[in-house]
């Protein structure tokens, strides 16, 4: 049984719906003994309703491909609560809505958040069970003995839930590994025979693509059976493996990394996103939070409140960086980074560090152009020279603008970077942001900042 995935978004789709009115409305009956809505209220009913499937679009909470992290699923879903109460919010602040009543809402999205946790976790956990037993898989057979093969194979077995059997591998040369003893082994000459006789949805190509006649010869065979063929061109030579290709007419042309910034529209939207979210914050947060921090500042050594410095910016362009200081004046500021137990650092410095406070001034820099919210951290101008000598790939990450966090902050390469591996996986992870680029991915880059702060990151000096 197969073809029932692309189902699986409607279900979670019609459930959510469901448990979103279900809530507002039960809690609204328990407020007012009623179901006779107002016509403010019908506006919020409407209004809770839309608000709830944009957030859910646009966090992309249904594309539902890969069902093997759990916990990342309900963490997605998570953000999407939050966000949708965050943008009520607004809404109802910006047209001064005071009559609605503060207890429905608190409790509608108190019970909204338990019944939806509830039913996500369920309904994963249904679809777990409904792979397990057998249904709604595909059949498939790979082509090739190489390790490119090897991998695509172990990948297919590794899970059940991705809803794929493997029933044979086919290989004119000798398959380099071992397979299950249920899946066929044999030459290109007996695939098409057994394809047909197992009623197989899709193969998968994993020989040179030199061989233009067998690749021709299968492609006609696949559709004239009306199975799916998949061509899967070995890659592994390069350090960053995504890759896209475009067409010049008949001609395919493979580009080594995607990069979503490119697109105008898309870098509209990440400026768009970096205005507001640091107007926010200048107005909100450091328009009291400045004073109380310089004025701890001041108390704790000589010096101005805040350390200017130059650092690599997009294109490479030197730019002018803002921090809180956090350390004596010193000749070496330029040219020495900081380290755990360097006597540099004042009291109320190692604080702001810890608590990432210092970072603080550089919404500014966001705010005026020169950084956005999220990209990679910018370094010292020092250490761009050393470091794009030693590292392929480094300077990649000056394609895009600097940001005030970054994916490689959120996964533990933050601060002293004492071995070249650790530059190399900030570098890594720098370029795997460039590549994958959505404001989704910012905000979830965001999410995870805040919540190391909270619960402490050992690598902040």
């Known amino acids: 049984m197969k073809g029932y995935s692309q189902y699986f978004w409607v279900i979670h789709f019609t459930g959510d719906l469901f448990i979103v009115n279900f809530a507002f409305l039960l809690t609204y009956y328990l407020k007012f003994e009623t179901l006779m809505f107002s016509d403010k209220y019908k506006f919020l009913f409407i209004i809770f309703n839309g608000i709830w499937v944009l957030v859910a679009l646009f966090l992309k909470l249904y594309k539902l491909k890969r069902l093997r992290r759990l916990d990342r699923v309900l963490f997605n879903l998570f953000k999407a609560f939050i966000f949708n109460a965050l943008v009520i919010s607004a809404i109802l602040f910006s047209l001064k809505a005071s009559e609605f009543s503060r207890e429905h809402l ?9 019944l939806i946790m509830f039913w ?62 249920n899946i066929r082994k044999g030459g290109l000459h007996e695939l098409e025979s057994f394809a047909l006789n197992n009623e197989v949805d899709e193969i998968y190509y994993c020989m040179p693509l030199t061989y233009t006649q067998k690749i021709k010869g299968l492609v006609d065979f696949c559709d004239q059976n009306m199975i799916r063929f998949k061509i899967i061109p070995d890659f592994r030579g390069f350090l960053f493996k995504r890759v896209n290709i475009d067409f010049y007419d008949d001609v395919p042309v493979v580009t080594l990394r995607a ?25 909100f947060v450091l328009s009291w939070l400045y004073p109380v921090i310089a004025i701890l500042i001041k108390l704790s050594s000589k010096g101005p ?41 004042t009291k109320i410095g190692a604080f702001l560090r810890r608590s990432s406070l210092d970072e603080f001034p550089q919404f500014f820099n966001v705010f005026m152009g020169d950084m956005s919210i999220v990209g990679p951290r910018p370094h010292m101008l020092l250490h761009t020279e050393e470091y794009s000598a030693l590292i392929n790939k480094y300077m990649v990450r000056q394609l895009v603008k600097p940001g005030i966090t970054g994916a490689a902050q959120i996964k533990g390469y933050r601060g002293e970077t004492k071995e070249l591996r650790d530059m190399e996986g900030r570098v890594r992870l720098d370029v795997w942001y460039i590549e994958n680029w959505s404001l989704s991915v910012d905000i979830n880059i965001i999410f995870y900042t805040v919540w190391n702060i909270f619960k402490g990151d050992e690598n902040a000096l």
């Open 259 to 283: 990069e979503p910034l490119t697109d105008i529209t898309n870098r509209f939207f990440k400026r768009i996103f970096d205005i507001l979210f640091s107007a926010l914050v200048i107005v």
């Open 106 to 114: 608190y409790a509608t999205y108190v019970l909204l958040f338990v």
């Open 120 to 181: 996500r976790y369920s309904a994963i956990k249904l679809i777990y069970l409904f792979r397990k037993s057998g249904f709604n898989y595909k059949r498939v057979l790979i082509i090739g003995g190489n390790e490119v093969a090897n991998q695509l194979y172990n990948y297919f077995i590794s899970d059940d839930v991705l809803g794929i059997r493997v029933k044979g591998i086919f290989s004119d040369s000798d398959i380099s590994f071992d397979v299950k003893d």
């Open 305 to 345: 409140v805040l350390f200017r410095q130059a650092r690599s910016g997009v294109g490479n362009v030197e730019f002018m960086c803002f921090k809180f200081r956090s350390m004596n004046q010193s000749v070496d500021a330029d040219t020495k980074q900081a380290f755990k137990g360097d006597t540099r650092i």
